[in-house]
């Protein structure tokens, strides 16, 4: 099962909305409902922001957004902030009944 | 609140075998689906694997299939990956996961436990 594509950094100045691709194929974004998104900071575990595609887990900020167009995957910050500055991951549910996650992307805060 | 608490990791050769664990504490274990992912360091997150409340559907990722198996204790409500023929590659970090009711996300996870194979 290859990684999901996912671009390396993007950034963008406070205020800014940015949006990160995570693409993969029929057999896992693209035949289910199941993209996860995740934050991790240096040091620490990783945290669920998005599920289902689309959904927000409580506690969440509704600067958070998740959508999806045939195999791609999109994660988009809103009114970007400092705090936001970390890694983000997509994973996808797999034909194989496995899961799958995106080579990460950095996001930096002008 | 629920906690996940990995250990067992160590430093190990190429070829050696490693367990490691996973205690739950505040949720019964075995009422969700479980999930190892590791991340060597500086790079991504890797899926592992996966058990199912039943223990009748168990995955693993294509690096590790044939050589980790994952195994619950419902009575000491832990989980344990059990790692053989370890690579160098297999070095890093391991988590252990909890997902939400319906399997669909990651939504607990520990602070991992540090394998290293070198």
């Known amino acids: 099962q290859s990684a999901l594509t996912q671009p390396a950094s993007v950034s963008g100045s406070p205020g800014q909305s940015i949006t990160i691709s995570c693409s993969g194929t029929?057999?896992?974004?693209?035949?289910?409902?199941?993209v996860s998104w995740y934050q991790q900071f240096p040091g620490e575990a990783p945290k669920l922001i998005i599920y289902e595609d689309f959904q927000r887990p409580a506690g969440i900020s509704t600067r958070f957004s998740g959508s999806k167009s045939d195999n791609t995957a999109s994660l988009t910050i809103s009114g970007l902030e400092t705090e936001d500055e970390a890694d983000y991951y997509c994973c996808s549910y797999t034909d194989s009944r496995t899961w799958v996650f995106g080579g990460g992307t950095r996001v930096t805060v002008l | 609140e629920v906690q996940l608490v990995e250990s067992g990791g160590g430093l190990v050769r190429p070829g050696e075998s490693l367990r490691i664990s996973c205690a739950a504490s505040?949720?019964?274990?075995?009422?969700?689906?479980m999930h190892w992912v590791r991340q060597a360091p500086g790079k991504g997150l890797d899926w592992v694997s996966s058990i199912n409340p039943r223990m009748t559907h168990i995955y693993y990722g294509d690096s590790v299939r044939g050589r980790f198996t994952l195994s619950r204790d419902n009575a000491k409500n832990s989980l344990d990956l059990q790692m053989n023929n370890l690579r160098v590659e297999d070095t890093g970090l391991y988590y252990c996961a909890r997902t939400n009711g319906g399997d669909t996300a990651l939504v607990s996870w520990g602070q991992g436990t540090l394998v290293t194979v070198s």
């Open positions: 029929s057999s896992d974004i693209g035949g289910y409902s199941l």
């Open positions: 505040r949720f019964i274990l075995s009422s969700y689906t």
